[in-house]
């Protein structure tokens, strides 16, 4: 089994690693190959005010009068060693600027995934064992929190929460009460995928014989739930916070405009109004960086939860998780 899982393992972050270089790859390609070559018209654009030095400067650290390839390999051996390359705004390197801005997308995103688990399990465990009408209500709940635009709630808490209740103010964004209703915003929207997933698994897992059995020897519903149902409903929440940590990061450059916060939403914001395409590129990498490592822990995960998982060798060299249904 550990051999099994150590070449699961390592070939699971393999392809993650592929996976990588290509998003970096096509990134390029988007930016330098499409007609029109939009860093050599953004170096050129009168209204940039770019001197001559300054655009030979870049061309040469760019490798912009190079072969395409040449351009891709540079800028590919450049992604490998941390290198990011330098804003063609800012004039400092990329590297510096998202440092300066993650840690608090990067806080924003964490707690708006801790709203979202904590809420979305209240709203699955109120459907299961709330009496009616209450339980039943809660079930259109994830439905309601996905038709609400995440911005209409970051207006609305702000006004309830900041101008009338004074609880926040809103010119200090980065402080601790607007960082938690800046998670609270994100994670309403989060939590309803979460939810939903959890409460047609737990419903699966109560309908089983073994809860029935359980139930017949006389055991509650709260000790039912933490026993038995709770651990193999949760796993498949495992997979759904992989994927949906996209989303979270691609909504937190909306909570931020909404609450005015600094991070990589108003980094891309002002990237976009300039035209600074290294660090666009930057960007889109850095997310998918994110993306493919936060999937590849559940996937290298998810065998260790669930004992009816087993990784099993197929076609020699193929090894992929099973789950084995009794």
Known sequence: MRNAYLSYAARRSGQAVVVILLAYVFTFVVITVLPGDPVTNTLRNPQNGFTEEEIARIVSYYRLDEPVLVQLWDSLTRFLTGDLGVSLRANRSVSELLLDVLPSTLVLAA????????????????????????GPALRSVPSLFLSVPG???????IQLFSFRLGLFRAIDSEGTAA??????????????????????????????????VARSRGLGQVALLLRHLLKPSSLPVVTVLALMVGEVLGGAVITEAVFGRTGVGSLVERSVTTQDLPVLQAVVTLAAVVFVLVNLFADLVYPLLDPRV?????????????????
């Open 111 to 134: 707690s708006a995934l801790a709203v979202a688990v904590v809420l979305a399990f209240a709203i699955a465990l109120g459907v299961q064992y709330l009496p009616a009408p209450f």
């Open 151 to 157: 911005f209409l709630i970051g207006l609305l808490l």
């Open 179 to 212: 960082t938690f209703f800046a998670a609270v915003t994100l994670g309403i929207w989060v939590s309803a995928q979460i939810a939903e997933v959890l409460i047609a698994n737990l419903d699966g897992e109560a309908a089983q014989d073994y809860a029935a």
């Open 310 to 326: 087993h990784l099993v060798d197929r076609a020699r060299s193929t090894l992929k998780p099973e789950v084995l249904v009794p």
